[in-house]
C-alpha cells in the first residue's frame, strides 16, 4: 500500500525557517518524481514545487511565490522527501502536502497524496 | 501561468442525482487535466487524469470530459460520500496550476 506522512509542521515567527518530511513507503521511492503543495485557511489548493527523480537528475521547480526561500530534497536511502523553508512569511500559513508524481503517457500529475502538516506562520 | 476557472462555486445536489461540474482553461492543456475530490482533513483523491481517464479504484459513476480549455466532470449518481470540495489541475506546463474549486453540497 502506498503511503505518504507528512511531518515537521508547527508553530514559528516569521523570518524563521522550518523543515517538513514526507515519510514514503509501499513503491520504489527513487523512481518517483515528488511534489509539495500547500492550502492556506479558506483557500484552494497550491502547488509548491517538485523534485524530479535520479533519472531526471533531481531537478526542482518551485512557484514564484516560494522561490528562493523553500528548496526540496530528496534522500533515496531513506525514501524521504524534503521542504526546507526559510524566510517564513504570515503568508505561507498553511497545510503542506506531498505527492508522488506518476507518468500520464510522459506527462506527471499526483496520484498518491499525504494528509499534510499543518505550519502556522505568526508573531 | 495558466489560470483555470471552475464553475459553479457551490453545486446544491441531492443524494441520487447527478452533478455537472465545469473547469476553462485560459489557454489550451490539450487532455493534461485531472480532478481531485478533498474532504477536511484529508488527502486530497486524484479521480481523473488525462482528462478522462478514472484513477485505480474509483467508481464509474465519475467521468471526465473535454479537451483544450473546457473540461466537465461528471458525477452520475451521488452518493453520501461524494459530497466535497472537487478540484481541476492542469500538468500541461509550470507552473501546475488549479481551479479554485467547487464546493458539492447536500441539497
Known amino acids: 500500500e502506498v503511503q505518504l506522512v507528512e511531518s515537521g509542521g508547527g508553530l514559528t515567527q516569521p523570518g524563521r525557517s522550518l523543515r517538513l518530511s514526507c515519510i514514503t513507503s509501499?513503491?520504489?521511492?527513487?523512481?518517483?518524481?515528488m511534489s509539495w503543495f500547500r492550502q492556506a485557511p479558506g483557500r484552494g489548493l497550491e502547488w509548491v514545487g517538485v523534485i524530479r527523480s535520479k533519472a531526471y537528475s533531481r531537478t526542482t521547480e518551485y512557484a514564484a511565490s516560494v522561490k528562493d526561500r523553500f528548496t526540496i530534497s530528496r534522500d533515496d536511502s531513506k525514501n524521504i522527501a524534503f521542504l526546507q523553508m526559510n524566510s517564513l512569511r504570515t503568508e505561507d500559513t498553511a497545510v503542506y502536502y506531498c505527492s508522488r508524481l506518476f507518468s500520464d503517457n510522459g506527462d506527471y500529475v499526483s496520484d498518491y497524496w499525504g494528509q499534510g502538516t499543518l505550519v502556522t506562520v505568526s508573531s | 501561468e495558466i489560470v483555470l476557472t471552475q464553475s459553479p462555486a457551490t453545486l446544491s445536489v441531492s443524494p441520487g442525482e447527478r452533478a455537472t461540474l465545469s473547469c476553462r482553461a485560459g489557454?489550451?492543456?490539450?487532455?493534461?487535466l485531472a480532478w481531485y475530490q478533498h474532504k477536511p482533513g484529508q488527502a486530497p483523491r486524484l479521480l481523473i487524469y488525462?482528462?478522462?481517464t478514472r484513477a485505480t479504484g474509483i467508481p464509474a459513476r465519475f467521468s471526465g470530459s473535454g479537451s483544450g480549455t473546457d473540461f466537465t466532470l461528471t458525477i452520475s449518481s451521488l452518493q453520501s460520500e461524494d459530497f466535497a470540495v472537487y478540484y481541476c489541475h492542469q500538468y500541461y506546463t509550470w507552473p501546475r496550476t488549479f481551479g479554485q474549486g467547487t464546493k458539492v453540497e447536500i441539497k
Open positions: 509501499g513503491f520504489t521511492f527513487g523512481a518517483y518524481s
Open positions: 488525462g482528462a478522462s
Open positions: 489557454q489550451s492543456v490539450s487532455t493534461t
